[in-house]
């Protein structure tokens, strides 16, 4: 289980909440019941006894409007945000299911410079990682799990022989990259192994190359 704000399944957490939505479907058939009730997973965990949840008050301010979390990553996500990447979308609860929230490149400067003394760079990300063009670049994995939104965004087919795209069919947000459990689903599996091996194949061209070097 993870601590961030519950006890709650860390994996699948995508599937422990779609179950406890089938389960109040058979028993109230009610669609908005069963869509808090997962929500719920995330504020009450496994064991938790609140009824209602004040996103507002719950909340744990930082760059990213969708939230960071607790912890070290949080900090260095929230940083992240500070610094390399401008996540300045709001919400108005009219084009969205989201509560409205001014959400936009002033407020999060002001956030970001009272905590770190650093206003996000809107063009870094773009510079340094050459934006959408990844043909000239090598050795990077992107991996993609089809149950996590952000997909959409990402990288799906391979760009070039050393830049590839490995996809997670069942997976959520970046199922690949924790450790591995029982409860894994096949797919998460294998995208570890393939991502293993690609890592293995590089770092052994490497060594071979610095070898010939010397």
Known sequence: SS????????RPGV????NMMLDEMKKSGDELKAV???????????????????????FIECADITGC???????AWDWQCCTEFQLATPSNNVTDMFPPLTWNTDVV?????????????????SLSYW?????SASNIIFSNGLLDPWHAGGV????????KAVIVKEGAHHLDMRGSDPADPPSVIAARKTEVAL????????????SLDF
């Open 3 to 10: 601590g961030i704000n519950a006890e709650w399944p860390l």
């Open 15 to 18: 599937t422990a909440a779609c």
């Open 36 to 58: 808090a009730v997962a929500a719920g997973l995330f504020y009450n965990g496994t064991a938790g006894t609140k009824q209602c949840f004040d996103i507002y008050d719950e």
């Open 69 to 75: 979390g607790t912890g070290p990553e949080a900090v």
């Open 109 to 125: 400067d002001k956030y970001c410079k009272a905590k770190y003394g650093v206003t996000p760079d809107p063009v870094k990300a």
């Open 131 to 135: 934006s959408a063009d990844f043909t």
């Open 156 to 163: 799906l087919e391979d760009v070039n022989p050393t830049v």
């Open 199 to 210: 890592i293995k194949k590089w770092l052994n061209s490497q060594k071979e190359k610095t």
